[in-house]
């Protein structure tokens, strides 16, 4: 599908030069002379590496059209997780390396969206918020304020996040998957 320069979006997926690439960061610049551009950052999504465009205004782009479907998680292996479609049942293996960190909020039966790029995974989202359980984290010192600094915490899951004073080990907080921070104390 052609867009405008001008609707480039963080996030979304571009054919561009014979490859699929993933939408870092955009500006858009109007200078005093000459015609606006978007400044657009990307990354290949085959390749990992990274390219600084610019697109006039005028100019168009394909962007690439993904298929989504739903999928439950179910397990992993040393670096595959494996899902499943919960209408068909049918099962779909994705790499580790797509998924990074956020693989480690997985958890059996968890709805995620996957997306396909020509048959191919490329990307599966997390619901935005999970619930997670405290697996150690540091006393609260004394006369340290709620509005002072968080301190360090790990999950039942591995992962380290940061957390207000009065969360303690054992209590079950809610993650936001997208940026891996605290949002709130599960009661």
Known sequence: MKINAG???VGMLLEYKNDLWQVLKTQHVKPGKGGAFAQVEMKSVNKSTKLNERFRSSETVEKASLEETIY???YENENIYFF???K???QIEIKKDVIGEKGKLLTENLEVTVSFYNELPISVDLPNQVKCKIETTDAALKGQTVSSSYKPAILNNGLNIQ???F???GDEIIVDTRNLEYVKKFN
């Open 7 to 9: 609707e480039i979006r």
């Open 88 to 90: 068909s049942f049918e």
């Open 163 to 165: 957390v207000p004073p």
């Open 167 to 169: 969360i303690e080990t």
């Open 72 to 74: 439950n998680f179910l």
């Open 84 to 86: 499943m479609e919960p």
